[in-house]
């Protein structure tokens, strides 16, 4: 629908000739152009232009229509797209647009209890209209193989990035196997965690032997790399 037009100019019906009048049709394209390269969200989007009041009777604009995304009027599905004429009259209208991007993303296969680490045989994909969630989601399943739900989740809901995390590898106060390594030799012995982290944290850790604190990368289960 037509939400607002400021600088209204409607020509007198007997004083203006379809020359003079900018076609509503050409608005209406420009602001389908606007919402395809600005709003839609990359996956297979329909736009669906709101009416235009057909009893506009606008001055024809002499030079190509200007169209913005104006701020604070646009939500994930639905947006406002404004058309804007300089010459030889100045005039901007503001139409609404509704958007729909169907994409496929990864769900929960099956029911999954808390603190599940997710494998490919726990998901599935599902086709979800992207322009109606604003929590996130994941097209790769790369992404969450390995991750740790932060929820139970049931069969068919959307993995978001709020419901998974990296898996702690190091518990603070945890032994762990320090590797040091420099140019001229690598060398392995035993450390304390004195955090908690997941995989490529740097973390602070005890070298058992001096006692010394130092930072590393956490590398793998119970390992930790420092690099001199």
Known sequence: MLVAFALPIA?????????????LEEIRDAVESHAEANLAGGGQSTINVGRV???LRLPRCEETLETFSPPGRSSQSRATVGVRCHHPSPWTL????RVETLKEVYAAARSLSRGALLSEDDLERVEININRTSRGYYTDAEQLTGMELNRAMRAGEIVT?????APQLVERGQTVLLTLDSRAASV??????????????????KNTSSDRVIEGEITGDSRVRVGY
């Not at 020509?11 to 076609?23: M, S, V």
């Not at 503001?94 to 647009?97: A, F, G, L, Q």
């Not at 450390?191 to 995989?199: D, N």
């Open 161 to 165: 990035p709020s419901r998974v995390s």
């Open 94 to 97: 503001y139409v609404s647009v």
């Open 188 to 205: 392995s012995m035993n450390g304390e965690a004195l955090q908690s982290g997941a995989l490529g944290d740097r973390i602070r850790v």
């Open 11 to 23: 020509l007198g019906a007997g004083t203006a000739t379809a020359d003079d009048i900018q076609p």
């Open 53 to 55: 009041d057909q009893r």
